[in-house]
């Protein structure tokens, strides 16, 4: 089992930035990539970015590729989602996940998820 505990959020005026961090423990030898998903009220949830444990290549949603960047810190089990240029739009529980599957294509993939953390970006 792999816990997940997310960080970071908070409320930013558009055109700032956050940074979110998740810290994974429990049996993350085996994690093939972690990712970002969101959840803005009354929509879906919907994937931002993942990244890919061992290698560290990133992928992103069209809407927020140039402004986010992912990158993971393997010694401390630790990914961190640097959000710059935020818009009204980004406002959303994001939530941390980790997959043991390489190429995770939704996220029935993603076995375990974090608690969530509140991004508001006031306009």
């Known amino acids: 089992q792999v816990q997940l505990v997310e960080s970071g959020g908070g409320l930013v005026q558009a055109g700032g930035s956050l940074r979110l961090s998740c810290t994974a423990s429990?049996?993350?030898?085996?994690?093939?990539?972690m990712g970002w998903f969101r959840q803005a009220p009354g929509k879906e949830r919907e994937f931002v970015a993942r990244?890919?444990?061992?290698?560290?290549?990133?992928y992103y949603v069209d809407s927020v590729r140039g402004r986010f960047s992912l990158s993971r810190d393997k010694a401390k089990n630790t990914v961190y989602l640097q959000m710059n240029r935020l818009k009204p739009e980004d406002t959303a529980v994001y939530y941390c996940?980790?997959?043991?599957?390489?190429?995770?294509?939704?996220?029935?993939?993603?076995?375990?998820w974090g608690q969530g953390t509140q991004v508001t970006v006031s306009s």
């Open positions: 990244i890919m444990w061992t290698l560290g290549i990133a």
């Open positions: 996940a980790s997959t043991y599957s390489a190429v995770p294509t939704t996220s029935q993939d993603y076995k375990y």
């Open positions: 429990g049996r993350t030898g085996s994690i093939a990539a």
